[in-house]
């Protein structure tokens, strides 16, 4: 069962500075599976996780016994979740390259290039969305007509590069001796 909270101390709270980012929310696992909102004082849901991460609310999850942090546990299930019911986001082929990754010297580099890649799709969409003001509903109409080539081409240009990475990392770890290449790819072209 969850603490009471503590009353807050007497006076005014201290102002926030305009550009501080938001205290990150702590969450409590309990061993019957719930999920516990330290902020509200109440039970939450996977969905409720989830719409945090789609508000950009930053948040964390502790168990309540052991204060482990099982934020990377949730938000997998999340995924699992997402993954399961309506459109799946990776094809069976892109789970099993990334299953064999692990174990493997280059694991770190690729979660590093995953995250890497994220960031930068992430980046691009905002500046999409940025630009998109400026448009007329005309312009608007054009860009929906032609988006399928103007996405593929996007994409075709991301995967390429991606492609490219990919190679050279693969060149990288045939210059360690006993470490093999990419797991799933094959050799380097020479």
Partial sequence: MPAPRRPEPAGPAPAAEPDASPAVRVLKKY???????TQTSSYITLADVKQMVLDGAPCEVRDAKTSEDLTRSILLQ??????????PMFSAA????IIRFYGHAMQGV????????????????????????KFSPDVWTQFLRAQPN??????????????????????????????AGMPGFPPAKK
């Fill in 31 to 37: 061993p019957n599976r719930r999920l516990y909102d």
């Fill in 78 to 87: 999340i995924i699992l979740e997402e993954e399961s019911g309506g459109v």
């Fill in 94 to 97: 892109t789970l099993a390259q």
């Fill in 110 to 133: 690729m979660g590093a290039m995953l995250e890497q890649n994220m960031t930068a799709f992430t980046e691009m969409q905002k500046q999409l969305v940025a630009n998109s003001t």
């Fill in 150 to 179: 103007a996405m593929q081409s996007m994409m075709d240009s991301y995967a390429e590069q991606s492609r490219q990475v990919i190679e050279k990392m693969q060149a990288a770890g045939t210059l360690f001796p006993g470490m």
